[in-house]
């Protein structure tokens, strides 16, 4: 079965700082994966996907991530952060692995970001 | 414009009374979902429906009732709300199940059961 970890419930960085949220799945099957971002008091939101194709994937707000078939690892990086960046951060996959089945989330990671 | 709305987006209730959290979208999306979200725990999926009169349990489905008698709503019952359904819900589309379509999530509805 499908599952993903997300490495800290909370992180933190200045201003400014390189944004690195940890990001771990476990597949039977080569997986389509996902992070979602959720600022506050609203829903998710789609910030990039991977589906196979390029193992590096840009997303919005300058959010990318590297899909590591040997490390088992979708981490979700960001060169400079923004006071705007913060929010939850949620890593998923699909449960029927590649595009099949619901979307298996993680617990999600918080991100904070210090003036 | 495109969304998903839920309401109400706020309730509070006492236990055993039934209520409902209305789902609709306007993006004729065959596959909706509801969701719960605790912290420290993620989303947990409750129902989905993969099109009009076709739904299955998620990973939490005890306590819930869905219906999808049409494409853009997806209500969910609480018949009978217990304090431990205590949780902020979430409802979703999709332009199909296959996940390479995005998720348009809802902005939330906060229940408190007491």
């Known amino acids: 079965a499908q599952s993903v970890t997300q490495l800290g419930s909370h992180v933190s960085v200045s201003e400014g700082a390189l944004v690195l949220l940890r990001c771990n799945y476990s597949?039977?099957?080569?997986?389509?994966l996902f992070w979602y971002v959720q600022y506050p008091n609203q829903g998710l939101q789609l910030l990039l996907k991977?589906?196979?194709?390029?193992?590096l994937v840009k997303g919005i707000n300058g959010f990318e991530a590297e899909f590591k078939k040997s490390e088992t690892s979708f981490h979700l990086t960001k060169p400079s952060a923004h006071m705007s960046d913060a929010a939850e951060y949620f890593c998923?996959?699909?449960?029927?692995?590649?595009?099949?089945?619901?979307?298996?989330f993680g617990k999600g990671t918080k991100l904070s970001v210090k003036p | 414009e495109a969304q998903v709305t839920q309401n109400p987006r706020y309730l509070i209730t006492v236990t055993g009374k039934k209520l409902t959290v209305t789902c609709s979208q306007n993006?004729?999306?065959?596959?909706m979902s509801w969701y719960r979200q605790d912290p420290g725990l993620g989303l947990r999926q409750i129902y989905y429906?993969?099109?009009?009169?076709?739904?299955d349990k998620g990973d939490v489905p005890e306590g819930y009732k869905v219906s999808r008698k049409e494409k853009r709503n997806f209500p969910l019952i609480l018949e009978s709300p217990s304090p431990n359904q205590t949780s902020l819900y979430f409802c979703?589309?999709?332009?199909?199940?296959?996940?390479?379509?995005?998720?348009?999530f809802g902005p939330g509805t906060r229940l408190t059961v007491t």
């Open positions: 979703a589309s999709s332009l199909s199940w296959d996940s390479t379509y995005e998720q348009y």
């Open positions: 597949s039977s099957v080569p997986p389509y």
């Open positions: 991977y589906t196979s194709a390029a193992t």
């Open positions: 998923a996959v699909s449960e029927g692995g590649g595009s099949q089945g619901n979307l298996i």
């Open positions: 993006m004729n999306h065959e596959y």
């Open positions: 429906s993969m099109n009009v009169e076709v739904t």
